[in-house]
């Protein structure tokens, strides 16, 4: 790889335009500011001279508008629903020494690779919690995490029946790979390619990246044209707060995803906002740049404004009060009852006490889905899109459209419904029935309408996986 193969991630760029907003915000008037916020409540996004505008206001009352635009261009798009994920970590052998990661390889503790036996007790523990989609994770060594291993893995996940639970979405997060291994990933049938960027600044990069594959920069940064070159249609981007400036880090996360869609026709379907945690071998303390939960709200907020049809992902590194508020600020899938263990789900005693960073939000699923009902959102176990061939330029028409109301409120109808019947808790379950019926009463369409009664009566009544 060269160098001019990320000349897309243009730092001089950045640089100059993080002055110049930093300058021009002393002196320009709010009206100005609110201008660029309403510009961005009709989904249109936002420039990279804009966002960094945003970035640096320090103003309560723009501040204010920017967390009522992103709230309200959620709603909008999305809707209330929020979509559940679990992380499946496979295996914390690692080459690398990232110094930010409890799986470098100068930390040392007992390493473990799931077998696929092992593997399938996970995915019955995490089927039993209702899970029906999965972020596979695992440290990169080519000769214990190879892509045999992984396809079989896929494999076995999808196979794996607990009572009435499936897996019915693989998303992978793994190292930046061969066009070749993409093209496997894609005919092993995952759903969105994961990679977090961790940080786009370059000699940032390098300093947390001292040795093994990881190390280039510029294989890592363009993994996503790989994946997507092999056919992978929808591809995650993320940074991992607190390696660097965050100003700097959204400004480059922007220019990737331009660069995907002038690329591609087509963005990344998520975002990723990982905030630096402590792990095991890392102390905070050797990192100046962790961000704030205040600033962190700022970043969720700006980059649903900037990004208005972009999945946002939080993750259980953050606890839950800070996730609850997060919620109202445009994310649209979050993890629950996660264990960032190796063989965490099915056995404590398995795992290999050395997770890759630790959990703050410690609700499982049942309690999460409370929570949210309570506050008015849908939990969705929603994977339709991806069965339905709704991927990459085809989801994004339609969530452009608004046509997505048609398709993902019935869904998460529906697999609600099926998560109620089949693992809510007898507490959970009333107050899951009435946030149903809320929701279900939203669909303006009389035929949808009808379409989603008829098929939650069919649910009632025993069958599974029905969508739209
Ligand atoms: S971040 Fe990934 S590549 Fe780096 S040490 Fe951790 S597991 Fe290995």
């Known amino acids: 790889?060269?160098?001019?193969?990320?000349?897309?991630?243009?730092?001089?760029?950045?640089?100059?335009?993080?002055?110049?907003?930093?300058?021009?915000?002393?002196?320009?008037?709010?009206?100005?500011?609110l201008h660029i916020i309403e510009k961005a409540r009709q989904a249109q996004g936002l420039s990279l001279e804009e966002t960094a505008i945003l970035l640096f206001s320090e103003d309560p009352a723009v501040l204010a508008e920017i967390f009522s635009a992103a709230h309200?261009?959620?709603?909008?798009?999305?809707?209330?629903?929020?979509?559940?994920?679990?992380?499946?970590?496979?295996?914390?052998?690692?080459?690398?020494?990232?110094?930010?990661?409890?799986?470098?390889?100068?930390?040392h503790f007992t390493r473990h690779r799931l077998s696929l036996s092992e593997i399938a007790q996970e995915v019955t523990a995490l089927e039993a919690m209702g899970h029906k989609r999965l972020a596979l994770e695992c440290g990169e060594d080519p000769r214990e995490c190879t892509m045999d291993y992984l396809e079989e893995a896929i494999a076995t996940i999808y196979g794996v029946r607990h009572e009435r639970g499936s897996i019915r979405r693989v998303n992978v997060n793994i190292a930046a790979t061969t066009e070749e291994n993409y093209r496997r990933l894609k005919a092993a049938k995952i759903g969105t390619y994961i990679l977090f960027q961790e940080t786009y600044h370059r000699p940032t990069y390098a300093k947390m990246h001292p040795v093994g594959p990881k190390a280039g920069y510029d294989w890592h940064t363009t993994a996503h044209h790989r994946a997507m070159r092999a056919g992978i249609d929808d591809v995650g981007l993320g940074v991992l707060f607190g390696l660097y400036d965050?100003?700097?880090?959204?400004?480059?996360?922007?220019?990737?995803?331009?660069?995907?869609?002038?690329s591609f026709g087509v963005g990344p379907h998520t975002l990723s906002v990982p905030r630096l945690r402590p792990a095991p071998g890392i102390n905070l303390i050797d990192f100046p740049h962790l961000v704030s939960d205040h600033d962190f709200k700022r970043i969720v907020?700006?980059?649903?404004?900037?990004?208005?049809?972009?999945?946002?992902?939080?993750?259980?590194?953050?606890?839950?009060?800070?996730?609850?508020?997060?919620?109202?600020?445009?994310?649209?899938?979050?993890?629950?009852?996660?264990?960032?263990?190796?063989g965490g789900y099915a056995s404590a005693s398995r795992a290999s006490s050395s997770p890759q960073f630790s959990v703050e939000d410690h609700r499982s699923p049942d309690e999460?889905?409370?929570?949210?009902?309570?506050?008015?959102?849908?939990?969705?176990?929603?994977?339709?899109?991806?069965?339905?061939?709704?991927?990459?330029?085809?989801?994004?028409?339609?969530?452009?459209?608004?046509?997505?109301?048609?398709?993902?409120?019935?869904?998460?109808?529906?697999?609600?419904?099926?998560?109620?019947?089949?693992?809510?808790?007898?507490?959970?379950?009333?107050?899951?029935?009435?946030?149903?019926?809320?929701?279900?009463?939203?669909?303006?369409?009389?035929?949808?309408?009808?379409?989603?009664?008829?098929?939650?009566a069919r649910l009632e009544q025993g069958e599974r996986d029905l969508y739209f």
Do not use: W
């Open 301 to 342: 907020a700006i980059l649903r404004l900037a990004v208005p049809y972009t999945g946002l992902i939080i993750s259980t590194r953050e606890e839950s009060s800070l996730r609850n508020e997060l919620l109202a600020l445009g994310i649209s899938q979050l993890s629950a009852g996660s264990s960032t263990d190796v």
């Open 368 to 456: 999460m889905a409370a929570d949210l009902c309570r506050f008015g959102y849908l939990p969705s176990f929603c994977t339709a899109c991806y069965r339905q061939g709704r991927t990459g330029d085809r989801f994004m028409t339609l969530a452009k459209t608004g046509e997505i109301q048609n398709t993902c409120q019935p869904n998460a109808i529906l697999t609600f419904k099926e998560y109620l019947l089949d693992y809510a808790s007898p507490d959970v379950r009333p107050l899951g029935e009435r946030t149903l019926q809320a929701h279900l009463e939203q669909i303006k369409n009389p035929t949808i309408r009808a379409l989603t009664l008829e098929r939650l």
């Open 246 to 262: 965050f100003r700097f880090e959204i400004l480059a996360l922007l220019q990737h995803a331009q660069e995907l869609e002038r």
């Open 1 to 33: 790889m060269f160098e001019s193969e990320t000349a897309f991630i243009d730092e001089n760029r950045i640089h100059t335009i993080l002055t110049t907003a930093q300058r021009d915000i002393q002196s320009m008037p709010r009206e100005a500011i």
């Open 72 to 107: 309200a261009i959620k709603e909008a798009i999305y809707g209330r629903r929020l979509v559940f994920f679990a992380p499946l970590y496979l295996s914390s052998y690692c080459i690398n020494n990232c110094l930010y990661c409890g799986y470098r390889r100068d930390n």
